[in-house]
């Protein structure tokens, strides 16, 4: 049977079977209805399949393979760092001291695991240039949302109850003003010059004595280093606002600069991108957020603190901005990225920029005579590269992502960013070959000759995929969100 056929779940149910068996209740029984209203206790089984273990283990086996992970192919989506996650990171984070302890225990009885995250925040201290760190944000988002409570906050308790704008560039991560939104600011844009960085006349006319922040990464998001960070610094600082560093691109500086010598007074981390923690389907995910001085009295509460040769959680910050997560941030995570940090040290780490980088422009260079280039300068560790030429034969953007599926490769981003038309948005990371590198390039350049030859072949792909071309506006607005037999 042809893997594509191959039938569902369902399918295979015949009646009697089982893939399970539970231990009898040793438990009283309890009327279901003391416990649960009525309306809510089913009359009738679910209707659920009936099928034997060996069969259900193949088709949840099945079921994997028909997905795509940094384990499994190259995944080279700009902007969100898919890259490989050592194993060793999950071997340490298995150990029963970390694997088996409970967020409720007793400080005294979890000094390990404090101590680690205590060595971890003085690590990304060293690492970003901040004077104090929390981890308990879950992901980047939710540290962007954790920084800008703080610079709230620090405006207020200064009077400035005025400042209520956070400047964004036009081709910020779209996380940047939605972040800024629910931290109750609004947003103002702006534009990027000609070579693609941060309009220094643009900035000077949107900056203002209602300016809370400018969120900015560095480098940008069409992967290019900010060369006037500085003088961008001070033209914030000037008009007494704060300068908000958006770490999703860390991994093209680690080692090399720091955003607190660049002049950013807050900066969250990914974890889960830039130090190697796992971070498919939507998690899990971690997003430290380190400060300035002038900020550390606002971070969030507890405070990881060591006391004398101990470590515990510091209740007593009446000017924090209160607790943002349960317990003390995903800790699983915490620890892969203080193993990865731990095992590749300095050198490593300047290593990972330096071949991320390489990795990058070598890319960029083969793929320009073949794509349009916007920015034709040195990248950092990801790029840009344009789908218009190819719009002109009827292929689009889109298309061209779509028939990379055939050749067992993620797509890049596209359509991002918003600046860019037809955009295509690569990073390979440090951790792929140059043979990887070189057969993912051939790919492209394939699909550039089809477009113009046969583009038929590029507009109607995938072509081996399980699932065809979907109608992704139905996709969108009518989703099938679970299992029918008319489905």
């Not at 779209?174 to 109750?184: K, L, R």
């Not at 950013?264 to 971070?279: A, C, I, M, Q």
């Not at 034709?376 to 779509?402: N, W, Y």
Request: proline share 6%; hydrophobic share 35%.
């Amino acid at each position: 049977m042809n893997k594509k056929d191959q039938p569902l779940i369902f399918e295979l149910s015949k009646e009697g079977r089982t893939g399970y068996s539970l231990p009898e209740m040793d438990v009283p029984q309890v009327e279901l209805a003391d416990l649960i209203p009525s309306d809510y206790i089913r009359t009738e089984s679910p209707e659920l399949p009936e099928v034997a273990e060996l069969d259900i283990m193949r088709h949840y086996t099945a079921l994997s393979k028909r997905n795509h992970g940094v384990d499994s192919g190259f995944y080279p989506l700009g902007s969100c760092t898919m890259k490989y996650n050592p194993k060793v990171n999950e071997n340490v984070a298995r150990l029963n001291g970390f694997a088996h302890i409970n967020p409720l225990q007793e400080a005294e009885s979890v000094q390990g695991a404090l101590e680690l995250m205590y060595d971890l925040q003085e690590h990304l201290k060293e690492i970003t240039g901040m004077d104090e760190v929390t981890l308990q944000p879950a992901a980047g988002a939710h540290g962007e949302w954790t920084g800008l409570m703080m610079i709230r906050a620090y405006h207020e308790a200064n009077g400035d109850t005025h400042r209520t704008k956070v400047i964004v560039p036009d081709s910020a991560h779209g996380t940047n003003p939605a972040s800024a939104t629910v931290a109750g600011f609004e947003t103002v844009t702006v534009k990027s010059n000609e070579n693609g960085l941060v309009d220094l006349d643009d900035l000077k006319r949107v900056v203002g004595d209602d300016t809370a922040a400018l969120m900015l990464t560095n480098p940008n998001t069409l992967g290019l280093f900010e060369e006037n960070i500085l003088e961008m610094a001070a033209i914030i600082h000037d008009a007494g606002g704060k300068l908000y560093y958006d770490g999703a691109n860390l991994n093209a500086v680690l080692s090399k600069v720091r955003p607190g010598d660049m002049g950013f007074d807050v900066v969250h981390l990914n974890l889960h991108k830039t130090f190697t923690g796992p971070h498919g389907g939507g998690g899990p995910g971690s997003g430290p957020v380190g400060v300035k001085e002038d900020l550390i009295k606002y971070l969030p509460k507890p405070v990881l603190v060591k006391n004398g040769g101990t470590f515990e959680f510091d209740y007593n910050r009446p000017d924090s901005i209160g607790r943002v997560k349960p317990y003390y941030g995903n800790f699983g995570i915490n620890v892969r990225a203080y193993t990865y940090i731990r095992t590749m040290g300095p050198d490593g780490l300047r290593a990972v920029t330096e071949n991320a980088v390489l990795n990058a422009n070598y890319m960029m260079r083969r793929l320009a005579p073949h794509f349009d280039l916007p920015f034709d300068r040195h990248c950092k560790h990801e790029f840009v590269i344009s789908g218009k030429r190819q719009k002109k034969l009827g292929v689009r953007t889109l298309d061209i992502a779509k028939r990379l599926l055939d050749f067992g490769y993620h797509p890049p981003t596209i359509y991002f960013p918003l600046n860019v038309e037809e955009c295509m948005m690569i990073e390979p990371t440090e951790t792929e070959s140059k043979e990887t590198l070189d057969s993912f390039i051939d790919a492209m350049i394939q699909i550039a000759k089809e477009a113009e030859e046969t583009p038929e072949i590029v507009q109607e792909a995938p072509h081996t995929t399980i699932v065809k071309r979907m109608d992704e506006t139905l996709a969108a607005r009518k989703p099938v969100l679970r299992y029918t037999k008319e489905s």
